[in-house]
């Protein structure tokens, strides 16, 4: 920690970038696009000099079929994009869903629809996240408010892509993505990494990719191993062989959605900020999170009792964690920057839906400590 | 050449047969070629890994007995350069139909090419769409009739071997499954090619396009093959020019292979010199 | 055919589709279908080991094996 070349001031995509490979990235492949494209670029420099690949493709989705095709050799990916480019991955993103394979997506939120506000911020793309794939699935995604947090969640996720091997996505916003500031990456080991589990089956025995052991994990076996086995995006058997067995289809669905909606207390990630005695409770997520939290510490200085959840996870959505949380608050008041997306799933989790409000910024600009505390002062009855 | 004799059974999963395909179907005689081209290489089950993407001819990746990579429509070359990139030792063959890597795979195709990876590529041309019941492909050509072209088709085809030469890549050769042992032959040179291969197969499609076409069954579709294919600068031609040539377009060895290309990105990179 | 060598053909009746491919291509007419519409070798003695039959087979369902010594019919 005190050494000085591990001291940087940089970019949150660089940070993402730092984190990544911290991680044991070895692949990559991507396409430009702002505001995630510092991705790409930094990992065209960094990857080659670790014996690592960089490879620029030709589009979205080529992109995101290259990571899954490199992740089946046994190395750890990640592509990175924004608004349209997230949209343009979604099948492929449920393929890696489907044939349950490790890989991580990070998606630079701009402004959308469409070509949308491209040098702005946003945080439009959280329910993308979740159901931008066709289909019942489940998904991990994760979001920081600062550039440390940022390296610890790229971490994280890698280390859940391998255990629940699953796509997993780092939604990043514009702010988070351009804005410098300091970055201490710790020291090798000081944040535990997940290696690849593969499988102990030797050679001449029959090895299934898909039959989960006790704990729920399923052994990878690297393509040009011992174990030639089949991969695909039809419903398949143990063996990954394609089935439309209603058991086989049935049991797979329900295991793809179980093995990360059952664990999310494992999987989530948050901060709470003075929340011990909070009357008022901010939950916010992503550059959004540091006006709430800034508003917060004011507001406290000033005797309100307020404090804020900051969201890590956002999906699988930490439902019994806010509930918990929650549960002593006059009021909850979700600041997010988009037409309100977390703020209906924390309706649907506390007790007293009425007592949540929305506060949101959807100009392309930062939500500011003041947008919060117009609705704060509202919500007391002090008017404007 | 290996000395044993070839038996299928080495090289498929047999659980898996009799396959899906149609009676008479080509695809079957493409399967047929690749296992002895793999066998005749000698090369060894675990070094390959195919990679398929949505359709008929993509199921041939079930079929056989190397790692298999199943994947979504179109897209199966970018998955191949993934896997071809991160572990190049590996021989990356992506079978592909006509649809899939022409249509909604086209932007694909071209770039790999454009790339020179070491990739096989396999365009099992029966210039329609069969899986989803006969509509017309990029393949189909003018004036043909599909479920979706009820009065004829106004679209134009491509011709794969000028395209794939068009956009570099570095060994194009056509047969038809008439032609088995030439299509095995030029399936081995472009296996054993360093650099992207194209080998596009005309495959019958009795099911929707010979029907639909009155271009008869399975066997008037193969001696069609036979009768309106020439081996490249064939003096037939001369007589009839829209007789389809056969034969090795392309074959460059001067061109740099991707990976092998990327390796020196990597010399550069380590010595710290950008 | 050599001589003094005889050919099998191993057909596999249950993947055998009947497309007569292999029937139609035969140089020597050495196949025919059989009462199930399935390919079969009627005139094994004919048979020059050419194998194109094998090679064409859409179902992979035939096998040429040359062997020494008589036919054993």
């Known amino acids: 920690m005190n050494n000085k070349n591990n001291i940087k001031f940089i970019q949150g995509n660089e940070a993402c970038v730092e984190g990544a490979i911290y991680a044991g990235l070895d692949f990559f492949a991507g396409y430009p696009i702002t505001p995630s494209t510092e991705i790409a670029e930094h990992l065209a420099s960094r990857l080659p000099q670790k014996g690592g690949k960089f490879i620029q493709m030709e589009d979205e989705i080529a992109s995101m079929g290259a990571v899954i095709g490199a992740s089946l050799t046994g190395h750890k990916v990640m592509t990175a994009t924004s608004g349209p480019g997230f949209s343009l991955k979604q099948e492929a993103l449920g393929y890696a869903c489907m044939a349950e394979i490790p890989c991580v997506i990070a998606n630079v939120q701009r402004g959308g629809p469409s070509t949308g506000n491209p040098t702005h911020v946003s945080q439009g793309d959280i329910n993308q996240a979740r159901w931008g794939t066709h289909g019942d699935h489940a998904i991990i995604a994760m979001t920081a408010s600062n550039h440390q947090d940022v390296f610890n969640i790229t971490v994280q996720a890698f280390n859940l892509a391998e255990t629940y091997r699953t796509p997993v996505i780092l939604l990043l916003d514009e702010v988070i993505g351009h804005m410098r500031e300091k970055l201490v990456i ?108 800034h508003m917060a510490r004011n507001r406290r200085a000033r005797g309100v009792k307020i404090g804020v959840l900051e969201l890590q996870t956002l999906w699988p959505f930490p439902a019994d964690i ?63 | 050449m290996t000395k044993e004799r070839f038996d299928f059974k080495d090289y498929i999963r047999p659980r898996f047969f009799p396959h899906m395909w149609c009676p008479g179907c080509g695809h079957g005689i493409v399967l047929s070629s690749l296992l002895r081209a793999v066998h005749e290489l000698g090369l060894d089950k675990n070094d390959i890994v195919i990679t398929s993407g949505i359709g008929c001819s993509s199921r041939i990746s079930g079929y056989v007995d190397f790692h298999s990579l199943h994947t979504i429509h179109g897209r199966a070359l970018a998955f191949a350069t993934g896997v071809k990139l991160s572990k190049p030792e590996l021989k990356a063959i992506v079978p592909m139909g006509d649809g899939d890597a022409l249509a909604i795979g086209g932007n694909h195709f071209i770039h790999a090419a454009r790339r020179n990876i070491d990739i096989t590529a396999i365009v099992m041309n029966n210039r329609i769409y069969g899986m989803t019941g006969g509509q017309f492909s990029p393949l189909s050509g003018s004036g043909k009739k599909a479920t979706t072209a009820p009065y004829k088709t106004i679209d134009r085809e491509f011709d794969i ?96 292979e991707y990976c092998e290309a990327y390796d020196k990105i990597i010399q550069t990179a380590m010595k710290g010199k950008a | 055919m050599e001589k003094g060598k005889t050919v099998k053909h191993l057909i596999d009746k249950e993947w055998c589709k009947g497309c007569g491919i292999c029937i139609h291509f035969c140089p020597k007419k050495v196949l025919a279908f059989d009462e199930q519409e ?36």
Not at chain 1, 209 to 222: A, F, K, V
Not at chain 2, 176 to 187: Q, R
């Open chain 1, 322 to 384: 806010v509930r918990e949380k929650c549960a002593g608050a006059k009021a909850v008041i979700v600041v997010e920057m988009n037409m309100g997306q977390v703020v209906t799933q924390v309706k649907n989790a506390v007790d007293n839906p009425h007592n949540v409000f929305l506060a949101n910024r959807v100009d392309g600009e930062l939500i500011s400590p003041s947008d919060i505390k117009t609705l704060l002062r509202m919500i007391q009855g002090k008017g404007v």
């Open chain 2, 161 to 256: 071997a000028d395209l794939a030469r068009s956009a570099g890549a570095t060994f194009v050769a056509r047969s038809t499954v008439f032609h088995a042992i030439e299509c095995k032959d030029l399936l081995k040179k472009a296996i054993t090619h360093k650099g992207f291969s194209v080998v596009e197969i005309l495959t019958q499609c009795p099911t929707y396009y010979g029907r639909k076409n009155k271009e008869g069954d399975a066997i008037q579709m193969m001696e069609g093959y036979k009768n309106n294919t020439v081996k490249i600068g064939s003096k037939k031609l001369e007589d009839n020019p829209n007789l389809i040539q056969r034969g090795i377009f392309v074959e460059k060895t001067d061109v740099p």
């Open chain 1, 186 to 293: 710790p020291e090798q080991g000081e944040i535990p990494v997940v290696e690849r589990l593969r499988t102990s089956v030797k050679k001449g025995v029959d090895y299934h990719p898909y039959l989960p052991r006790e704990d729920g994990r399923l052994p990878m076996s690297d393509f040009g191993g011992e174990h030639r086995y089949n991969v695909t995006g039809l419903f398949h058997d143990m063996w990954g062989f394609p089935s439309n067995d209603p058991k086989i289809v049935s049991e797979l669905l329900r295991h793809l959605v179980d093995k990360i909606e059952n664990n999310v207390n494992e999987i989530a990630m948050y901060k709470e900020y003075w929340l011990d005695d909070a009357d008022y409770i901010l939950i916010s997520y992503g550059s959004s999170a540091r006006s709430a939290v």
């Open chain 3, 38 to 73: 399935k390919a079969d070798a009627v005139r094994p003695e004919d048979c020059i080991a050419c194998r194109l039959c094998e090679l064409r087979c859409p179902d992979l369902a035939i096998q040429i094996i040359e062997q020494d010594g008589e036919n054993e019919q």
